[in-house]
């Protein structure tokens, strides 16, 4: 199968300072991102789509290629991920005749991430033909049941309508509950395209640690990372 990895790096980022560059452990986010890339079984083609010419510079060095750069237009902070990969895609296929089954997504700013789990999650959705994505998913540290939103001044349960009391419940009566990690991200050109969406309606989850899903988006998740993963990258 023709399977693209496309990385998505934009040189500008609000809570830190050229993010994609920054170092962990002796490597930078970007690179992490291509070395993780580079060791599946399935890799065979890692594109950067970035607007920043020293994070391109970067990417080259560790073997990534950057067919075109994104445009201004889409490298804004509101811009989403859909326009920036029908925009990669869509060059490819008009300029290089390239049009890959599945595109796997992987975010810089989550700097671990095992070869093994980029494959499991590329194996789900070629053996589910009828799923249209797979997110990586963990547990998360605070239940939703016990969270809570504030109307009228007053505390609302969030899952009151699963439970009079979702609060309340012990530890092991709460249900099995995920939330997206940003690690990996498994999609088809044709949810892209046919469904205007980067997940479809069929979502696939591929399921991990908590402790092994790292995202940085603030000075102190990086310096987090940097100390949690010396030494093992």
């Known amino acids: 199968m023709k399977i693209l990895f496309l990385i998505v790096a934009r040189g500008n980022s609000k809570g830190i300072k050229k993010k994609n560059l920054s170092i962990i452990d002796g490597k930078s986010l970007i690179a992490l991102k291509i070395i993780a890339a580079s ?9 950067i789509s970035t ?10 060095e560790y073997g990534a290629e950057i067919p075109i750069f994104r445009s201004k237009e889409l490298a804004g902070d509101h811009i989403l991920d859909l326009p ?23 975010r810089p700013t989550s700097p671990y991430r095992e070869p093994k789990w980029i494959d499991s999650a590329i194996n789900l959705l070629v053996e589910n033909p009828s799923a249209d994505s797979v997110r990586s998913v963990s547990e998360p540290s605070q239940h939703p049941y016990r969270v809570f939103e504030i109307k009228n001044k007053y505390l609302h349960p969030l899952m009151n309508e699963r439970h009079p009391e ?9 249900p099995k509950m995920y939330y997206y ?7 088809k050109p044709s949810t892209i395209f046919n469904k205007k969406s980067m997940t479809g309606d069929k979502m696939l989850p591929y399921i991990m640690k908590r402790e092994d899903s ?18 093992r990258l």
């Open 39 to 47: 060791k599946s079984k399935y890799c065979s083609e890692i594109i």
């Open 51 to 60: 607007d920043n010419e020293e994070i391109a510079k970067v990417s080259e």
């Open 84 to 106: 920036v990969f029908e925009h990669m895609l869509t060059y490819l296929k008009e300029e290089e005749n390239y049009e890959p089954e599945i595109v796997v997504h992987l």
């Open 166 to 174: 979702p609060y309340l419940l012990r530890r092991q009566d709460l």
């Open 181 to 187: 990690n940003c690690v990996i991200d498994v999609t």
């Open 214 to 231: 790292i995202d940085i988006d603030t000075p102190m998740d990086l310096e987090f990372a940097k100390v949690f993963l010396k030494g």
